[in-house]
């Protein structure tokens, strides 16, 4: 991946070769900073960017809730563990 600033020519080459899918968190809020931040002078490509823009800011979002569901399933296993805990202390509170 590239090194450095991010410029336009890295953002065409990242949405050419598919690898904006693998790019890390910092290097996509590093383009859409770029995108955001550098003029476009050519009003024929300026949609691009803005789709541009919108794609990584899918690609973060859907990282981010990749992220949570798995926080989300530790979670139900740890509930669960607590839970059959739970079942276990009750059960020996009423036979012993």
């Known amino acids: 991946m590239a090194q450095g600033?991010?410029?336009?020519?890295?953002i065409r080459q990242m949405?050419?070769?598919g690898s904006r899918y693998d790019a890390s968190p910092k290097i996509l809020q590093?383009?859409?900073?770029?995108?955001?931040t550098e003029g476009i002078t050519n009003d024929r490509v300026r949609h691009v960017a803005i789709v541009q823009a919108l794609t990584i800011?899918?690609?973060q979002t859907a990282?981010?809730?990749?992220h949570l569901?798995?926080?989300n399933q530790k979670t139900q296993w740890l509930l669960k563990v607590v839970a059959?805990?739970?079942?276990?202390?009750?059960?020996?509170?009423?036979?012993?």
Do not use: M, P, W, Y
Not at 84 to 96: E, P, R, S, T, V
């Open 5 to 10: 600033k991010i410029d336009f020519d890295t």
């Open 15 to 17: 949405f050419s070769n």
């Open 30 to 36: 590093s383009c859409l900073h770029c995108l955001a």
């Open 63 to 66: 990282q981010v809730i990749r």
């Open 57 to 59: 800011n899918h690609i």
């Open 69 to 71: 569901n798995e926080q």
């Open 84 to 96: 059959i805990g739970a079942l276990i202390i009750g059960f020996l509170g009423l036979f012993l």
